[in-house]
């Protein structure tokens, strides 16, 4: 079995937060690496109900800098500051090293310990982190203000069949060398392996629809999606449930979970029959609630 790929929405509200809905904030848990996707006010507390430490943060991913998705890293960073932290804190987004400079400087005593920035969005997609087990994309979305989607790529992992292995007599150490050159002694890899797709999953951070968007998610495991309002609003820079519901299904996503709603919907059930009835596949997101891949 691979490992879970888990994700708590920390919070799931618009611009003006209320005591059922937060600032937008996704934690992701995986490999080792814990990563926040935007981090709106209130976000330490919703961490501390989740039971992790801000400390294990290594990366935040802001789609962009409007207060609901950024109004949380300066008390956060302080809150490092003071517990002593050591290790850097990397911080992606449009114009990143901008706003992080000006956020930094807010503070009397400076900062103990170094923060790493990468501008993103300049182009349409771009790979902005390679690990050994993980990509995370930026894609640049449709909103008011310069903004990014971004998309986590498992890598695609090769599994060896012992079985076929032990046909071949190839050793373990044969093995390591068959898996790093795709090729031993002319035993090709996918001879003894079998090809198993890393999962994808898709952060649309505020935005109109937006068809490159959609192109991403083809086929996504999870796509986390702009669902302010139920129905398609021209003048503003966000996506209805109705039209995102659609396009999910369309591009074959196996899952939706629709975030960021506008505070003028008290209750949800009505978004997620509207959603549903479109999209079987839909989920509607609420504060604190946790999911795995
Ligand atoms: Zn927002």
């Not at 976000?43 to 609901?68: C, E, G, N, Y």
């Not at 114009?95 to 993103?120: H, N, P, Q």
């Not at 068809?211 to 083809?218: D, E, G, S, V």
């Amino acid at each position: 079995m691979p490992e879970p790929i888990e994700i708590t929405f920390l919070g799931t509200g618009s611009s003006t937060p209320t005591p059922q809905r937060g600032h937008p904030a996704i934690l992701i848990k995986y490999s080792g690496d814990h990563m926040l996707f935007d981090c709106g006010e209130g976000t330490q507390i919703q961490l501390q109900k989740a039971r992790v430490s801000p400390m294990k943060i290594k990366r935040i991913f802001i789609s962009h800098w409007h207060a609901d998705h950024f109004a949380g890293l300066l008390p956060m960073i302080e809150t490092l500051h003071l517990q002593n932290r050591k290790e850097p804190l990397e911080i992606y987004g449009p114009e990143a090293s901008r706003f992080v400079d000006a956020i930094s400087e807010l503070s009397y005593w400076g900062i103990g310990f170094e923060i790493k920035t990468k501008d993103c969005g300049e182009e349409d997609m771009e790979k902005i982190l390679d690990t050994e087990n993980y990509e995370i994309h930026s894609i640049k979305v449709d909103h008011s203000v310069p903004s990014v989607g971004y998309i986590f790529k498992e890598k695609d992992r090769w599994n060896i069949d012992t079985k076929l292995a032990k046909k071949y007599k190839l050793s373990g150490k044969d093995l390591k060398i068959i898996k790093e050159k795709g090729i031993f002694k002319g035993i090709k890899l996918s001879k003894v392996a079998k090809l198993s797709p890393g999962r994808k999953l898709i952060y649309s951070g505020d935005t109109r629809v937006s068809k490159k968007l959609f192109n991403a998610a083809k086929n996504a495991d999870l796509l986390i999606h702009d669902g302010t309002f139920t129905e398609p609003m021209e003048s503003r820079a966000h996506s209805s449930v109705k039209e995102v519901a659609k396009l999910s299904k369309k591009y074959n996503v196996k899952k939706l979970v629709l975030t960021h709603f506008s505070r003028r919907y008290k209750s949800v059930k009505e978004i997620e029959k509207i959603a549903k009835k479109i999209f079987k596949n839909s989920i509607v997101a609420r504060d604190m609630m946790e999911m795995k891949l």
